[in-house]
């Protein structure tokens, strides 16, 4: 079964939440990139809604979730070397 880069995005608008549950969820898929505050790419063969429906259960009620397959370009600025290596050898160019 192939796998697919997912881009993971999420506003947490509880305040003083502890969301660690969700991070630990989030690096259990055993592939994933976090560079940006509200956002990791991960590596799945389950669908967008399948880690939705995952995910959906470390977040509070009043949070926003937002799954999308990683499609074929991208193009960023400003992340570390190490970031961009990451994102030059596992994502689409």
Known sequence: ??????????DLNSPGQDYSELYEEIKSYGYWWHHLDSTWIIKS????????????EFIDSNDELLIVKF????????????GFDWLHNNAYE
Do not use: T
Request: overall charge positive; glycine content about 8%; proline content about 3%.
């Open 1 to 10: 079964m192939s796998s697919n880069l997912y881009l993971v995005c999420y």
């Open 45 to 56: 063969p389950k669908s967008a809604k399948e880690i939705r429906n995952h995910l959906k």
């Open 71 to 82: 499609g074929e370009s991208w193009a960023g600025k400003g992340f570390s070397k190490r």
